[in-house]
Structures are given as structure tokens and as C-alpha cells.
């Protein structure tokens, strides 16, 4: 049995989405650790992270993995029946890794300092300024993965990844996906995609809902 330490609607669903597909058995330790108001949740994470930050996966033997890309990346060539990652020596391989780290680095890497600004040491109406230009900055890394990847039914061709899987999920957050339909289309025709399919409709209900606020 696996452990993730998770939480609704945060990067954690990208791994949790990855479980489901592969059918494997896990659980799931809710930690909001974004939630004041609760920080006893917040602080369960801090168990298998110190760094007080969801997702993170502890193995059967008790080996902790955190870093969304680098668990969903294990996932992927841990149970290759699930067919959810190109294997190495693939053709697709090389933009696999790279736009798995792109997400990672580029995207979702802002987020801890876009969420809080003062994080960074800014203060007064500074921290609105910095808030907006990692927003800009978010939308104009979607941009350039949309301009540089080459889309079939999925991002690396006509199988879904781990890699849908991490844009599906990370392009809800704040500029949100009317801003990702804008910059980059053939990506958003990729995440709908995901959305809707049907392997993942009740975990997608339960877990990440739809409502109008992840549109933006």
C-alpha cells in the first residue's frame, strides 16, 4: 500500500489522477497546507516532508518521494503495464523529460512564491505587482511549450501520459485555463481532453471538481 500525502485540489491530484489509471492501491492523508485556519492538517505532510508541501508518496519500505514530476516520472516506469510514459530509448523520451521538467521548473515552480509574495521579502503594493508578473510569467511559459510541443490527441502524440496528466491538473491553477486556451490552444485541446476521460470522471468529481472557477 502506498501513502500519498495529498490534498484536494492541489498538485497532488496529478499523482493521485496517475494511481487511478494504473489501478495500483493507495492512500490518501489530506494536508491543506495552505488552509490557516486548520494547521494541524497542514502539518500531517510533515511526516514524509519537511518542507511542508503535497504531494509526497511513501513507499511500501518507507522511502519517501516528493516533487510532483519526479513522482509521477517513478510512477510511470514503475508500472509500465500502464502504458503512461514513453520508455527509455523512445523516440518520445527526450520531450518527455523535458517538458515534464518544463512544467516543474517554468510553471508550477512559481506558485509557492505567486501564492504568498512576502515569501520574497516585498511588502505593500509591491507584493500585488510581484503576484501579477508571475501570473505573466505563467501564462508566457504556457505559450512557449504550446509553440514548441507538438500535439496529437495528447501532448506527446495519441497516448496519454503522465505528462497530460501534470498539465491537466497544474493549468487549473491561477492564471487558469481560459488563459492557457488564449496562449496556447492546442494544449488546452489536450487538457479538455483529459477532463473528459471517462477512466477518471468520478475521481475528477470527487477530487478536483469542475466549476466555473477553474476556467478563470
Known amino acids: 500500500m502506498l501513502t500519498l500525502y495529498s490534498a484536494k485540489g492541489s498538485g497532488g491530484i496529478a499523482v493521485e489522477a496517475a494511481l487511478t489509471l494504473i489501478g495500483a492501491p493507495f492512500e490518501v492523508i489530506d494536508s491543506y497546507t495552505w488552509d490557516d485556519s486548520d494547521k494541524a492538517s497542514g502539518d500531517k505532510v510533515l511526516a514524509a516532508n519537511p518542507m511542508r508541501q503535497v504531494p509526497a508518496l511513501v513507499l511500501d519500505g518507507g522511502e519517501v518521494l516528493t516533487e510532483s514530476a519526479a513522482i509521477l516520472i517513478w510512477l510511470a516506469e514503475q508500472y509500465p503495464q500502464a502504458r503512461l510514459a514513453p520508455t527509455p530509448g523512445d523516440p518520445a523520451r527526450g520531450q518527455f523529460l523535458r517538458w515534464m521538467s518544463f512544467v516543474s521548473a517554468s510553471i508550477y515552480g512559481h506558485y509557492w512564491a505567486k ?89 475528477w468529481a470527487e477530487r478536483m471538481p469542475f466549476t466555473g472557477r477553474w476556467e478563470g
Do not use: H, N
Open 115 to 203: 501564492d504568498d509574495p512576502r515569501r520574497l521579502g516585498v511588502a505593500g503594493k509591491t507584493v500585488e505587482a510581484v503576484e501579477k508578473a508571475l501570473l505573466e510569467r505563467i501564462a508566457e511559459c504556457w505559450g512557449i511549450m504550446g509553440a514548441q510541443a507538438a500535439p496529437g490527441r495528447y501532448i506527446l502524440g495519441d497516448e496519454l501520459s503522465v505528462l497530460d496528466l501534470y498539465v491537466a491538473v497544474v493549468s487549473r491553477f491561477r492564471p487558469r485555463r481560459k488563459r492557457l486556451y488564449a496562449v496556447a490552444p492546442a494544449l488546452g485541446e489536450v487538457v479538455r481532453r483529459v477532463d473528459a476521460d471517462p477512466r477518471l470522471a468520478t475521481f
